[in-house]
Structure formats: C-alpha cells, structure tokens
C-alpha cells in the first residue's frame, strides 16, 4: 500500500506500508492491503505506520484518512514524526504536535 501523511507545511512521509494504524473520532482504526474504501474523521493522537521492516510513529492533530485502491492518505492540521520519541503513545501527543499547532497558529496569525 502506498501511504502519504500530510500537514499543511506539505508532505512529512510517503512510503510503502503493510499496514497503517489511525486514531479516528470512532475509535482506532487499521487498515490493511485491500481494504475496503473508507474516509474516516481523525482525532489527536498517534498514527502507526507499518513497513516491511519497522514502524514509523506520527501524532497528529485532528484531520482525515481516505483508503482508496491500497492508496492511503493522512491528511492532518499539524503532524510530527514521533519516530525519535522514547513511547510515543497518547500521553506524548500534546509535546510532539506542539511546534506543529504553534507553526499552524503563526501562519493563520500572518
């Protein structure tokens, strides 16, 4: 599956993932290749992508997904990759999407 995760600022990460973990206003969702096409409200909290070979970790403040075709999109008002946080779990969102909002309320200030 392709996966694209975006903030405002542009593209954070592209790659090629074998599955992709989301937290949606409904609860967690995941998503694996072949899923069936979805568009799903996204709440503050961590984004897991995995890969062949490791896992890519991104909190992110509010936003959506869509899942059409094994293409995946995370689109998100702020994003930062958590992947150097010691456990980037729910607890850590606020420190790791802080300069992401703080950048989002400069540019809507300008």
């Known amino acids: 599956m392709e996966v694209e995760i975006v903030e405002p600022s542009g593209v954070i990460w592209k790659g090629e993932a074998r599955s992709v973990t989301?937290?949606?206003?409904?609860?967690?969702?995941?998503?694996?290749a072949g899923h069936t096409p979805l568009m799903a409200v996204l709440q503050d909290g961590i984004v897991r992508v995995h890969t062949s070979d490791d896992e890519h970790r991104f909190a992110i403040t509010s936003g959506f997904m869509t899942v059409e075709s094994d293409h995946i999109s995370v689109v998100a008002r702020g994003a930062t990759a958590a992947d150097e946080a010691a456990?980037?779990?729910?607890?850590?969102?606020?420190?790791?999407?802080?300069?992401?909002?703080?950048?989002?309320?400069e540019r809507s200030a300008a």
């Not at 456990?87 to 309320?105: K, N, Q, Y």
């Open 22 to 32: 989301a937290p949606s206003v409904d609860g967690e969702v995941g998503i694996l």
């Open 87 to 105: 456990s980037a779990d729910l607890a850590d969102v606020d420190a790791v999407t802080m300069p992401s909002a703080e950048r989002l309320a």
